[in-house]
């Protein structure tokens, strides 16, 4: 960062806050209760496999999602595997090419091609007439993502997969809590994933989840998780380990207990966001639908360069030079934008470049509070209120 655009800053080039701010940092838990937690299963002397916590850390999330069965695995890019393997994908899946790379890598992973379809600019997910043109013969699965905790139109992805004889499923990894059309997300598709990685609104250090009502299904992965114990067919016994520990249980419980609270101090801090830059002039807030619920674990915001006169790269400067250190979001760049499959088949994909191109992730979670997030926005409007000024001392080098 060139100490220019320090010295414009809004307080002289000291810096704004005091220590780091990062997007993504984990939120808080009681660590009374999982010291608690995690004494209860050392003293039980049952650390994996199953276990009691893992067992109860399922039940609570498949209540959560409203579905009869929850799956806990190591991590949600290996519950994106199991769930594409038990379904015994072949040739090419359709995914988002805005998403983080973990939806594609998993299909590739298993020798599967992930064929990548445009955006809803609105939803930032799949768009359903995209998808349509997109299947062939050899398409095997739609697998969408619930991008930022905004759910795909699911009723029309499942339409069109439906039409072609396909499965639809979905990466829910940032949507636990949400809902589309009232329905919790968890139950759509054949099955759905989510992910406990430490920067996500339910955290079990590392962790996921593959969540379906279809009962027959989650046997499958059940078994497949635990090297294919207890399958019939000798090609499916070679399964994987994908478990979660009761460590992680313990860590997932725990963040589960003060959920509702995580959620209301993230519709805080995204309300506070909203007001503090309400009046600024190409800012603009990533919609969510306020029918809905959400778990407001991101928030993003758009930044329009010709109305601004900074482009969202030299604002994400500006923040970092004043210890905020905000992200371009998950899915930027996007997955047909990063090897290996830059160098694959060409795609035309405008409305995911567009976007991808505008965004940035700002701080949330319970770990910052509001008056940090007003700082935050100050150093915003003074960037932009800069905005010609900073970008013309940027070009001068
Ligand atoms: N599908 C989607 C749509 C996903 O977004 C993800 C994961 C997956 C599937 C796969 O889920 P998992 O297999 O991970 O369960 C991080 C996470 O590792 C990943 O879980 C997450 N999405 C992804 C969006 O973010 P990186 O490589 O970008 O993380 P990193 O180390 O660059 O950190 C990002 C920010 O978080 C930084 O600002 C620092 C902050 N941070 C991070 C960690 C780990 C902390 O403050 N504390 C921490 O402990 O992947």
New binding site residues.
Partial sequence: MKRDLTDLALFGGRPALLHPL?????NTVDRTRLFDRLTWALDNQWLSNGGPLVREFEDRVAELAGVRNCVATC??????QLLMRAADLSGEVIVPSL??A??AH?ARWLGLEPVFCDIDPVTGCLDPERVAEAITPRTSAVVG?H?WGRPCAVNQLGKVAANHGIPAFY?A??AIGCTSDGRPVGGFGVAE?F??????VVNAF???AIVTDDDEFADRVRALHNFGKGLASVSEAGGTNGKMSEASAAMGLTSLDTFDDTVRHNRANYDTYRAELADLDGITFFAHDPEERHNFQYVIVEVDEETTGLSRDLLLDVLHAEQV?A?RP??SPACHQLEPYRSGRPVSLPHTERLVARVISLPSGTTVNREQIRRVCAIIRFAVAHGTAVTARRRQG
Avoid at 75 to 80: D, F, K, Q, S, V
Avoid at 195 to 200: E, N
């Fill in positions: 990062h997007t993504n940092q984990p991590n949600a890019t290996t519950a994106l998403t983080f973990a939806t998993a993502v991008l990466d990894a940032h994933v992910s406990f990685h430490a920067t996500k590392e962790g996921g250190m992200l998950i899915g």
